[in-house]
């Protein structure tokens, strides 16, 4: 289970890190993040998770009721430490 948390997560930084110099003029209403990025979250996530696609969608919109799309690029380019923390809280949050 840790190992899969760890490849998860891993992918979702990797996402993170392609995508930072994309526009967030794309981003839809409240924090609904840019389609093109929320497609990638979900396709690795699936990937990573072994086809968990319930719990995938759940940590995308948990992560989208938190933070902005600028805010958590913002949190990946000044503290990678925290972006894993977040994305743990969102993965627990999503077994309840």
């Known amino acids: 289970m840790r190992r899969l948390f760890v490849a998860h997560v891993s992918a979702i930084i990797l996402l993170l890190a392609f995508s930072i110099g994309s526009s967030t003029a794309t981003a839809r209403s409240a924090n609904r993040w840019p389609a093109a990025f929320e497609r990638s979250f979900l396709v690795n996530c699936n990937a990573t998770s072994g086809g ?43 077994k309840r």
């Open 52 to 94: 968990l696609v319930a719990a995938c969608r759940c940590e995308l919109r948990w992560l989208e009721r938190r933070y902005t799309y600028r805010q958590i690029t913002k949190i990946y380019l000044r503290d990678q430490r925290r972006v894993v923390r977040i994305l743990r809280r969102a993965a627990l949050a999503c």
